[in-house]
């Protein structure tokens, strides 16, 4: 009875390569988003969607793109893999205050 | 855009005493504080929440207050255990939700509580 569900847990691939990691949250919330969270446990927001809507893309490469079919999805594909795109990328949802994490993914980019 | 500050880094405690964990916030529209909790290896979990019309808010060993005029928060947790070691990290919002809402996070504390 997972509220915020993401796969896959662990990610491990080359350089260079087109990954995607999907969301789905079963709480009808009509915000979602991406953060990453770095070696140093540092929580930066990536993407906020509202209502399968685009609201906050906080500079992020180009080779991120999130895609939202509905508003209880938000996968994140990310192309043309680099080292520094190692991390953890926890997705959440909220309906108005309080956000719901996913068990987060972990990528490591060899 | 918001900005959290949030001290100190670390905060190594022994058990049964408290811990406080300060955060200072940038937005004057700000008016929700959330604060989580990360256990190593797991997502972050809300423990408490505070909104910028509530001066303090407590639940058990933990409270919450909030200087809206000074534009600082701050964790209290009293008489620590061992289960209290983790990440903590304070949050700051703008708006009611929806495509106002945006959670900055200060950079976290590893709280330890030695036995």
């Known amino acids: 009875d997972t509220a915020v569900s993401q796969t896959p847990k662990y990610l491990v691939t080359q350089m260079g390569n087109d990954k995607s990691i999907k969301c789905e949250q079963n709480?009808?919330?009509?915000?979602m988003y991406w953060y990453k969270q770095d070696s140093k446990k540092f929580l930066k927001i990536m993407f906020s969607y509202n209502n399968k809507e685009l609201i906050i893309n906080e500079t992020v490469p180009n080779r991120f793109s999130p895609k939202s079919p509905d508003k209880a999805h938000l996968n994140l594909h990310i192309n043309s893999l680099e080292l520094g795109d190692s991390a953890v990328y926890f997705c959440?949802?909220?309906?108005?205050?309080?956000?719901?994490f996913g068990q987060g993914t972990r990528l490591t980019v060899v | 855009g918001e900005n959290v500050e949030q001290h100190p880094s670390t905060l190594s405690v022994q058990e049964g005493d408290s811990a406080v964990i300060k955060c200072t916030y940038s937005?004057?529209?700000?008016?929700?504080f959330p604060w989580y909790k990360q256990e190593l290896g797991k997502r972050p979990q809300l423990i408490i929440d505070i909104r910028s019309n509530v001066g303090e808010k407590k639940d058990q060993r933990i409270a919450v207050t909030l200087n809206k005029t000074a534009k600082h928060f701050s964790l209290h947790i009293t008489e620590t255990q061992p289960e209290d070691s983790a990440v903590y990290f304070c949050?700051?919002?703008?708006?009611?939700?929806?495509?106002?809402?945006?959670?900055?996070f200060g950079k976290g504390t590893l709280l330890t509580v030695n036995p």
């Open positions: 709480l009808g919330h009509d915000t």
């Open positions: 949050a700051a919002s703008t708006g009611s939700g929806g495509s106002n809402y945006k959670l900055t």
């Open positions: 937005d004057s529209a700000s008016n929700y």
């Open positions: 959440a949802s909220s309906q108005s205050t309080e956000a719901f």
